[in-house]
């Protein structure tokens, strides 16, 4: 599709200059995110001009736009670059067709069947910084594997313009975020036209004002994204910057972002004449997707009963939070006025309409959006076994207090896309000891042969990826520095000093209270001991970002970091600002033990420990979300849940046990060849149990299997709602 060109309001017309003939097709790879998962189409970008990739943080519609033109025109000319590249364009027409994929394969009959998948966020790649953290990544995932797969998936979201934030740390420790601005000239993002050459493409009415909105489309491998972006001349001031952060502002803005992603997104794909047969809501900030397809079906003129049974079956809803308070909710006079008197439309009155929200624990003030969201899908599930025993617990009240076994949610344990955060030279290595279908496979004994990986190959990996983390934390540090941007005080706990030869640890995560950043600082001087050890010494690298709004988060993260800075830890503990899905590229791929230690049972599923699996980086957590099922015993370690406790006492004493017991020891056993054997024997289980189970192909087949398919198909088993 192209789009109309209204410069300055659309600087997506890319300034590059123009391409050699024979590599013309660049700048459609650079355009469907596909390329962020294809070896051949990465490994292309690299090798124009390395250094600048790794500048540009991998964005190759930048790298096209500042690469000199002659080496394009030398590369035309080289022989191993014009082969790659016909490969990665052949994989590329591949992708436009869905005939040989698993899905065309498993479900002839639902072929063209569109499903579709809404979300808050998206994080499909560094250089599209719409996306916070976990859920947004969860959610890129999916959509990739869905291409993968052939699952004929459009995803709705939103453009955020201002994206999440950049991070800075003060000298003193405190979090200062900026706004990352979107830079249109760099994303992969076409604008759709409206009609009569209009911007807008659909209208939603809210608090008294229409607000027109603008979709663009991005994308990713076979998956149409359509973003929604509210940022118009046409509408009101005050508008204009409604879908323009993610997360933030009060309840005020956050209820009309969702209302303008709900009900902007279903009139966005009718105006696209998308029809689809299943409809997804990831995590409750896309229920009112539901409520405007109930309206949509009264003005047709179906009863209103009747209307919440029909979008009751095609819906299917994920939950992603196992505590209440973590769950969106609103005043019912705040709804009542967004809403609009859609009631109206539906045949009702406002406080039937209001009760969709109603949720016992709540009671009638409030509107719940996990509860809109269960009372209007049929099929809902939990991220892990566990989440989904905690969900059932707590979901109890919403369908008369029957026992949580009889609650009608299922759970569908998170998987990470392999091709996205396994390492190339880890997939090289299992290209050669596996087979070539290893990258399909969800068989047991295929990924058990992992176990016969050649130990001296795999180290030589993995100590080529920890040196290219610490060379890249380093450069990082140099040029935060060079620019004024760092202080020379702040270099040490930026990461300058790491060791390549020290076990490392790795803890990057959002600096939420429960996750415990902290944790391992309770007893200074035992951590101390382990750090400085002189034979056997122990490292530790933190990255993450704090909500811009959560003080406590804050003030956990300024406690670490000033520990980057004590002496007493002789530069082994640092901080690398600015946590992403780049840097959450390198640290899964780049330290020796990945560290997690949520307050049971508070991680719903936790996603970056199966990414560090991956790569053979196994992972030292409390058994929570997804590690209940992944610790196998010889995977990783695990703290026990009736260790843990409140005041984190007992934990954190498990934790030092472990680490002076059984991590270093293992880590530091060496052969007379200086290999680790024992420890190679962990990263390979680490592998073997990630590569089997906590795969998103996994994830999305059992999506597709017991969730999309019976939907669209409508199965014939008696519904069981919530109460009314
Ligand atoms: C994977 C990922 C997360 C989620 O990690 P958790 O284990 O759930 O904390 C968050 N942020 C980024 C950038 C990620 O890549």
């Known amino acids: 599709m192209t789009a109309p060109v209204d410069a300055p309001e659309a600087p997506f017309v890319t300034e590059s200059a123009p391409l050699p003939g024979r590599l013309a097709g660049l700048a459609l790879l650079a355009q469907n995110l596909a390329w962020s998962w294809n070896r051949d189409a990465r490994s292309l970008f690299r ?38 590249y016909d490969r990665a364009m052949q994989w590329l027409s591949a992708e436009r067709s869905d005939e040989h994929t698993w899905y065309a394969r498993t479900f002839p009959e639902l072929r063209g069947r569109t499903v579709a998948y809404f979300c808050a966020e998206f994080g499909i790649h560094n250089s599209v910084p719409i996306y916070s953290g976990g859920l947004g990544v969860l959610a890129g995932d999916h959509l990739k594997t869905a291409s993968d797969l052939g699952v004929p998936l459009v995803a709705v979201g939103i453009l955020y313009r201002n994206g999440y934030f950049d991070q800075h740390i003060r000298v003193d420790g405190w979090q200062e975020d900026s706004d990352a601005r979107l830079d249109f000239s760099s994303v992969p993002i076409t604008p759709l036209p409206g009609r009569d050459g209009a911007r807008h493409l659909v209208t939603v009415t809210t608090f008294g004002r229409d607000i027109h909105i603008r979709v663009w489309k991005m994308q990713v491998g076979r998956v149409p994204v359509y973003l929604l972006d509210s940022d118009l001349e046409e509408n009101h001031p005050d508008d204009r910057p409604l879908l323009s952060k993610l997360y933030s502002g009060g309840p005020a803005m956050r209820l009309r972002q969702e209302w303008l992603l709900g009900v902007g997104g279903v009139r966005a794909l009718r105006a696209l004449g998308i029809e689809p047969a299943a409809w997804h809501a990831n995590e409750g900030h896309a229920a009112f997707m539901m409520v405007e397809r109930v309206r949509e079906l009264c003005v047709e003129g179906v009863p209103y009963t009747e209307a919440v049974k029909r979008v009751r079956n095609g819906s299917v809803f994920t939950t992603h939070t196992p505590v209440p308070a973590g769950h969106d909710h609103f005043a019912v006079q705040e709804v009542q006025q967004c809403a609009e008197g859609v009631w109206n439309d539906m045949g009702i009155d406002a406080e039937t309409f209001l009760r969709i929200g109603y949720h016992p624990e709540s009671g009638a003030g409030i509107y719940h959006m996990t509860a809109a969201s269960v009372r209007l899908s049929r099929r809902i599930n939990a991220v892990s076994r566990r989440h989904g025993i905690v969900t059932r617990e707590m979901s109890r009240s919403l369908w008369r207090g029957r026992p949580a076994e009889q609650v009608p949610v299922g759970h569908v344990t998170n998987g990470v896309h392999l091709a996205t955060w396994m390492a190339n030279p880890v997939m090289q290595l299992l290209d050669e000891h596996l087979g070539p279908a290893w990258g399909h496979s969800n068989d ?45 005080t702040q270099l040490v706990g930026a990461g300058t000093l790491l060791d390549p030869n020290v076990l490392t640890i790795g803890f990057a995560r959002r600096f939420a209270t429960y996750k415990r950043a902290n944790l391992i600082f309770r007893d200074v001087d ?46 082994r503990v640092a901080f690398v600002e600015d946590y992403g899905m780049h840097l959450a590229h390198l640290l899964v791929q780049g330290v020796d033990l990945w560290m997690n230690l949520p307050r049971v049972p508070l991680e719903a599923s936790g996603t970056s420990g199966m990414k560090a699996a991956l790569n053979g980086v196994p992972q030292l957590s409390t058994i929570d979300g997804w590690w209940e099922e992944g610790y196998e015993g010889n995977n990783g370690w695990a703290i026990e849940p009736e260790v843990d406790d409140d005041a984190g006492v007992n ?74």
Request: glycine share 4%; hydrophobic share 40%.
């Open 47 to 84: 090798a124009i001009d390395e250094t600048l990739w790794a500048r540009l943080r991998h964005n190759p519609i930048h790298l096209l736009q500042v690469v000199e033109p002659t080496r394009l025109e030398a590369l035309a000319g080289d022989p191993v670059f014009c082969a790659r």
């Open 444 to 488: 047991p004994a295929l990924w058990e042969q992992v176990l016969t990986l050649d130990d001296e190959q795999l180290w030589f990996i993995h100590q080529r990826l920890k040196h290219t983390l610490m060379r890249l934390v380093r450069e990082e540090a140099r040029r935060a520095f060079a620019n004024g941007v760092m202080e020379s």
């Open 526 to 571: 035992r951590l101390q001991q382990l750090v400085t050890n002189a034979a056997r010494p122990v490292q530790i690298v933190f990255a993450g970002k704090a909500h811009p709004a959560d003080n406590p988060g804050k003030q956990v993260l300024q406690s670490v970091y000033h520990f980057t800075r004590d002496p007493r830890f002789e530069g």
């Open 651 to 724: 934990t954190a004493n498990r934790l030092y046990q472990l680490l002076e017991q059984e991590v270093v020891p293992r880590f530091y056993d060496r052969d007379k060849n200086e290999l680790p054997r024992r420890w190679l024997l962990t990263m390979k289980h680490a592998i073997r149990v990630a590569g089997q189970q906590f795969t998103a192909r996994r994830m999305v087949e059992q999506y597709a299997r017991a969730y999309y398919a019976p939907s669209i198909l409508g199965d014939s088993l008696p519904d069981d709602p919530p109460i009314a």
